[in-house]
């Protein structure tokens, strides 16, 4: 069964950075398009980040673009998130998805069809 497993949360001083991790499983990780959300407290979850396939292509929220970068490593099935000059307001639990093989823009969270359980990233001085 499907399976997708973030890691590496925790709590970074304001211009700080934190790596976090999904591990896939489960599928054929190589085939499908893989995205960030996060859901900062008393928000509605909002895109991050994605990357296609081969990993050829990202796409990042204006948000974040300049800071974040996502990548991926076929051999490991896993997936990350590197996040440089933290702010407070990244501050939020970070999901990792898998995008649906007939998937509409790379932001559309309904493109999305499996989640994994979220990992908690605090920015706090």
């Known amino acids: 069964q499907v399976q997708l497993v973030e890691s590496g949360g925790g709590l970074v001083q304001p211009g700080g950075s934190l790596r976090v991790s999904c591990a896939a499983s489960g599928f054929t990780f190589s085939r499908h398009y893989m995205g960030w959300f996060r859901q900062a407290p008393g928000k509605e979850r909002e895109f991050v980040a994605a990357i296609s396939a081969s990993g050829g292509s990202t796409s990042l929220a204006d948000s974040v673009k300049g800071r974040f970068t996502i990548s991926r490593d076929t051999a490991k099935n896993t997936v990350y998130l590197q996040m440089n000059s933290l702010k407070p307001e990244d501050t939020a639990v970070y999901y990792c998805?898998?995008?649906?093989?007939?998937?509409?823009?790379?932001?559309?969270?309904?493109?999305?069809?499996?989640w994994g359980q979220g990992t908690q990233v605090t920015v706090s001085s």
């Open positions: 998805a898998r995008r649906r093989p007939y998937g509409s823009f790379w932001n559309a969270q309904g493109g999305y069809d499996y």
